[in-house]
């Protein structure tokens, strides 16, 4: 049963995206361990976490650790699973995808309680942490770890905005055309929007009509779990 509800998340954490299915060329270790304590011990983590293990920048396997007495161990594991499956899919495609797309992506793979609860956290956000759709699209290194936290959560909002709002074909081409191209020329070109900041109006207003959906329920889960439908943030 686990194996296969594993499958089944690799399968959905892709094809969700556009991006077809695959097999694993590189070993991906699952461990889970009993407590928090242990997982100190024997692996000097302090929680549950994911990690890619490189040799001479080639990656050798992907690993993740999952700590049992969590209060929902498994709400975690799309989101890993997920970042496995991405980085898996740039070693056999031999294509870069964005950071931002990796962890938004990856987010919003999970449980609709878990989406909904990223989402609400983006609107409560500080104005001076919010980060425009400029620095989502092109930041790539982290001071700390709780600029990881805001940045992941802030692209899963972004992922969401491009997917629903714009299409799956158009996403597709802003990633893949974004990996060799000046991210800038092909926003404009795939988006069209003049400029980062005439963009940002949209996304603003994109923010402000999903905040009031959300509190009064009106956002169905297929939305949030990028299945595929007409329904529109208005």
């Known amino acids: 049963m686990i194996r296969i509800n594993i499958e089944k998340i690799k399968k959905l954490s ?20 009993p407590s928090k304590e242990l997982l100190k011990e024997l692996f000097n983590a302090d929680e549950s976490k994911f990690e890619i293990i490189k040799k001479d920048d080639e990656i050798q396997m992907t690993t993740i650790w999952i700590v049992l007495d969590d209060p929902n161990p498994l709400k975690i594991l799309p989101n890993y699973i997920s970042k496995a499956c991405f980085a898996e899919l740039e070693l056999q495609k031999k294509i870069k995808l964005p950071q931002w797309f990796k962890l938004g992506a990856s987010k919003l793979n999970c449980s609709v309680t878990e989406i909904e609860k990223d989402l609400k956290f983006c609107f409560s956000i500080d104005a001076k942490d919010r980060l425009s759709s400029e620095k989502i699209f092109t930041i790539n290194e982290f001071k700390s770890k709780g600029e990881i936290i805001l940045f992941e959560k802030q692209s899963s909002l972004m992922c969401l905005f491009l997917r629903k709002e714009f299409g799956e074909a ?28 005439d963009f940002d109006l949209s996304y603003g207003r994109f923010n402000k009509d999903l905040k009031i959906a959300l509190n009064k329920k009106l956002v169905p889960n297929y939305y949030l779990t990028i299945s595929k439908s007409s329904f529109k943030i208005k």
Not at 16 to 24: K, M, P
Request: net charge positive; charged share 30%; with cysteine.
């Open 170 to 197: 158009k996403l597709q081409g802003f990633l893949r055309l974004s990996s060799k191209n000046k991210v800038e020329d092909v926003f404009k070109m795939i988006y069209g929007f003049d400029s980062f900041s």
């Open 14 to 33: 892709l094809t969700r995206w556009g991006f077809e299915d695959l097999n694993f060329s590189k070993e991906c270790r699952i461990f889970c361990v």
